[in-house]
Every structure is written in C-alpha cells, then in structure tokens.
C-alpha cells in the first residue's frame, strides 16, 4: 500500500511540475499576460505541497528500518525521481524569476518575444491544479508583487532539497532503473483524469501473413536473375559491336 501511495504522489508531482514548465515557457512572449502570472504562482504553490507531502512520505519510510530489502531499493528508487524532480521545479522557478524581472507588465521596459505561440494557458493550468476552470482574482500588481514572493520560495525550496541529503543519504548512481531507457516511449501511456486524453506513442509492429515471406524471397530471386540476364545480354552486344 505505501509504495502505490508514493507513486501515486509522485506521479502527481511530475505532472504538476511538467505543466509549470510549460507555462514558465510562455514568459515574455506575446502569450504573457496577468492570468499566466497568477496561473504561475499557483501552479508553482501547487508543486510545493506536493513536494512536501512526498518528502514527509519518503523520509518516512526510508528511515523504517524494519522494511524489507526489497521494499528499500524501490522507495530508494521513487526519491531519486523525486529529488530529479525537485531539481527541475528549483531551475524553472528561477528562471521564472529572471524572466519576470525582465518583462514586468505594468511597465514595460522591453517589448514581449514574438514566439509564435498564440493563445491561453488556462487549459494547461488548470490540468496542473486538477479543475475544469481556473479562478482569477483581481490583482494588477501579481507581476511586480509576486516576484518577491518568488524569491522566498526559492529559497525554501532550496533548504528542502539540502534537508533532504541530510536526513535521507541515496546514492543516485547505485540505484538501478526498473526498465530500460526510453521504455516509456514503447507504451501506452494515460496521463490521468484531469488530462484531455490519453497519449499513444507505440506503434504496432506490422504483422507478417502466413507464407509472405516465403512468396517474397521467390520474387526477390526472380528479379535478381532477370537483372543478371539482361545485364549479360547487354554486355554480350557491346562486345560484339565494338
């Protein structure tokens, strides 16, 4: 019960993150605009909690020394997802902040990228917070006040992952992967409830019919041979011209 609760924490976190992401790809652009900051900030609130709640969780179980060996490896396994994980919500909210400071909104001191990327974020945020339709308050100095707000967050954001090689010491390089690398990409994959569907990247190999490849390798054989005779027979005319 414990590790399926962990992964189904941590499999929450990486999707809130990964919409945080995609949301801190359209500052600056001509897509900003004051629901994608307030969008921001609470997405990125949204990524704490849980982050926190996977922490609490983990730690938890990792200093259990009664746990099987098996059990170990696996939790061992879901923390240095989650310390991965951790590490990009630490790069993006940075660079959330640079940018922000670069392109405040109630006065522009540089004008928005043209990206190409048009239109809203609130599917996108609203995926991330697990609702159909994102609230908005009324704050027209989000951009400006939010950004020292920001600030105290990285910091503590900081502070939680030096905590977390304090208190729980994983060595990322001895924990071994469950599958190999890119297996994700082979399979079906369901992205949850709050998604707009479901996302197939596997592609089914073609089924061979009864007796194909036999008929094909006789065709191959006859087509080899009429190459090779037309290719004597030409050869036979040049010399006797010449």
């Given at each position: ?17 990964a919409c945080y992401r995609h949301l801190v790809i359209t500052l600056g652009s001509t897509s900003d605009s004051q629901n994608l900051r307030e969008e ?203």
């Amino acid at each position: 019960m414990g590790k399926e609760e962990c992964k189904t924490m941590l499999d929450a976190l990486n999707k809130v993150t990964a919409c945080y992401r995609h949301l801190v790809i359209t500052l600056g652009s001509t897509s900003d605009s004051q629901n994608l900051r307030e969008e921001l900030k609470k997405t990125r609130k949204k990524a704490q909690e849980l982050a926190t709640a996977n922490r609490t969780k983990l730690t938890a179980l990792l200093k259990d020394k009664t746990i099987s060996k098996d059990d170990r490896t696996e939790y061992e396994r879901l923390w240095v997802l989650f310390s991965s994980s951790m590490e990009l919500l630490d790069v993006d909210m940075k660079r959330s902040l640079e940018i922000g400071q670069d392109f405040p909104l109630k006065v522009p001191t540089r004008h928005l990228i043209q990206t190409g990327m048009t239109g809203s974020t609130t599917t996108v945020a609203a995926r991330a917070m697990s609702v159909q339709n994102m609230k908005y308050e009324a704050d027209s100095n989000i951009d400006t006040s939010d950004l020292k707000e920001l600030e105290t967050e990285i910091t503590q954001v900081g502070q939680m992952m030096e905590e977390m090689e304090m208190k729980v010491q994983v060595a990322p390089w001895a924990v071994e992967a469950k599958q190999e690398a890119g297996a994700e990409l082979k399979s079906t994959v369901s992205v949850g409830n709050s998604s707009v569907g479901v996302i197939s990247i596997c592609e089914e190999e073609p089924k061979e019919v009864d007796g194909e490849p036999g008929l094909m390798k006789v065709l191959a054989g006859i087509i080899f041979t009429a190459i090779v005779l037309v290719a004597g027979i030409l050869a036979y005319c040049v010399i006797n011209l010449s």
